[in-house]
């Protein structure tokens, strides 16, 4: 009989999630990462962006035509094929200003299309995580924290794409930052948030661009403002925990807000 005891190796998983990110980002698999209990694993696919250079960098605001381009085929289409080749439960697409600039019809035509090389995997992403989100939680009052590399027509057409679900938006906007990944503290974020977007006394607030660090000051900023606060990581982490069969995962998590004790509408996108 064998007396060997094997150390935790990865292999047994609750779930593992699929995420496809920006070349360049290492932001969404950082925090999923983060929040995601031991035994749910996170695997990227990367997909060029052509506002991004090497390192990281980026123009202080995005150009839109390579927002615009990353959802386009084949380049999108080619990376989630290879990903849902893997034995994942679910996929994550973690790109916001795609959803911005294709609008609810434009985004839902991207699933309809990304939807005949999955496999049958479940597949979401950061607005539609974040229409979930909402609506588990109650809320109609919203305010968008959008990155200050994102212009004030994205930011717009952010606050129109959640006005067309049904969302009062009292807030939108690029936050005061400065417009480099590498410079966006905790403390920096969660000072904008309580001097400029807490007035408006919104039921949640949602920090938008998948890009941002903002995971960490979710519960701080919560206890201290009242309001349920959602980030693009958080919330597209949350949603593919639930379409991947692992609502219990997404209970156990604590520290990264009130929603993951929600459950999504229907479970579903």
């Not at 380049?75 to 973690?94: F, K, T």
């Given at each position: ?260 004790a929600a459950e999504p509408p229907g479970?579903?996108?």
């Amino acid at each position: 009989m064998s007396t060997i005891r094997a150390q935790q190796d990865g292999w047994e998983a609750r779930a593992r999630i699929g995420l496809v990110v920006p070349h360049a980002d290492v932001g969404p698999e950082s925090e999923f990462q983060a929040i995601a209990p031991e035994d749910v694993f996170v695997h990227g696919s990367r997909v060029h962006f052509g506002a991004m250079r090497a390192g990281g960098e980026m123009d202080p605001k995005i150009p839109h035509d390579p927002v615009r381009a990353f959802v386009e085929p084949p380049h999108i289409d080619d990376a989630v094929e290879l990903l849902a080749a893997s034995p994942l439960d679910a996929i994550a697409l973690g790109f916001t200003s795609s959803a911005y600039v294709l609008g609810a019809a434009g985004e839902k035509d991207l699933f309809a299309r990304l939807a005949r090389v999955t496999r049958g995997l479940p597949l979401t992403g950061t607005t539609t995580a974040a229409v979930a989100g909402f609506t588990a939680l109650g809320t109609g009052r919203i305010a968008l924290v959008n990155p200050p590399w994102f212009d004030d027509r994205l930011s717009g057409l952010g606050a129109g794409y959640f006005t067309e679900q049904g969302f009062d938006v009292v807030h939108h906007g690029p936050c005061g930052l400065p417009s480099n990944q590498k410079l966006i503290t905790p403390g920096a974020l969660s000072e904008w948030i309580r001097t400029t977007v807490a007035g408006h006394r919104p039921d949640a607030v949602l920090v938008a661009g998948n890009g941002i660090r903002a995971v960490g000051v979710i519960d701080a900023l919560e206890q201290e403002l009242g309001f349920a606060v959602l980030t693009a990581n958080q919330v597209l982490f949350w949603h593919a925990l639930h379409l991947a069969g692992a609502a219990g995962a997404a209970r156990g998590i604590t520290g990264y807000g009130r929603l993951f004790a929600a459950e999504p509408p229907g479970g579903t996108a």
